[in-house]
């Protein structure tokens, strides 16, 4: 099982073909897959994107935001 990464934010950090119990689909989507590619949570947006990956994105939902300890 892939540990779970998250980023300076704390927001958690995850690939186009993952998924978690959050998923709801996001309304551009042209193929009804369960995956965070096309979940409205997840932020895969051309004017984010780094050298890092294109097929890494952050998810913007709140329950899987990592708690900030002691910054």
């Known amino acids: 099982m892939e540990q779970i990464r998250y ?3 704390g927001l958690m950090i995850v690939r186009e073909d ?3 119990e959050h998923f709801e689909p996001d309304d551009g989507a042209l193929v009804p897959m369960k995956e965070c590619w096309c979940c ?3 932020n895969f947006r ?3 994107k780094d050298s ?3 097929s890494y994105s952050v998810c913007n939902y709140m329950g ?3 708690e900030a ?3």
Do not use: G, I, L
């Open 7 to 9: 980023d300076a934010t």
């Open 18 to 20: 993952y998924c978690c």
């Open 40 to 42: 409205k949570w997840s």
């Open 46 to 48: 051309a004017d984010s």
């Open 52 to 54: 890092y990956s294109e």
């Open 64 to 66: 899987n935001m990592k």
């Open 69 to 71: 300890v002691n910054k």
